[in-house]
Nanobody, 125 residues
Framework: QVQLVESGGGLVQAGGSLRLSCVAS????????MGWFRQAPGKEREFVSG????????YYADSVKGRFTISRDNAKNTAYLHMNSLKPEDTAVYSC??????????????????WGQGTQVTVSS
């Protein structure tokens, strides 16, 4: 089992920034590709960003490309999501996820084996 715990969410004004963190425990973090997803009330969970086990490859949803940056520090068992130029439509619960199988699509939530509980991000206008 892998435990993932997110932090860093909060209330921010439109145009502001937040950095989300996801700390993993239970297994070797570097063995897992990581992803960030978000879910707004009444909406489906959507892919935000993904990063390979080494950090060498990253993926972004078109809606966040150029504004969000995903990164990881395997020595700290932590993945990050740096969010800049936040918009009200970014408001959602953000969850991190880990996938052990490297062939799974980053954008498909079914590719992931472990999920955190999520952290709330609210962007006011």
């Amino acid at each position: 089992q892998v435990q993932l715990v997110e932090s860093g969410g909060g209330l921010v004004q439109a145009g502001g920034s937040l950095r989300l963190s996801c700390v993993a425990s239970g297994r070797t973090f570097s063995n897992y590709d990581m992803g960030w997803f978000r879910q707004a009330p009444g909406k489906e969970r959507e892919f935000v960003s993904g990063i390979s086990w080494s950090g060498s490859t990253t993926y972004y949803a078109d809606s966040v490309k150029g504004r969000f940056t995903i990164s990881r520090d395997n020595a700290k068992n932590t993945a990050y999501l740096h969010m800049n130029s936040l918009k009200p439509e970014d408001t959602a619960v953000y969850s991190c996820a880990g996938k052990y199988q490297r062939y799974g699509r980053y954008s498909n939530s079914r590719s992931y084996d472990y999920w955190g509980q999520g952290t709330q991000v609210t962007v006011s206008s």
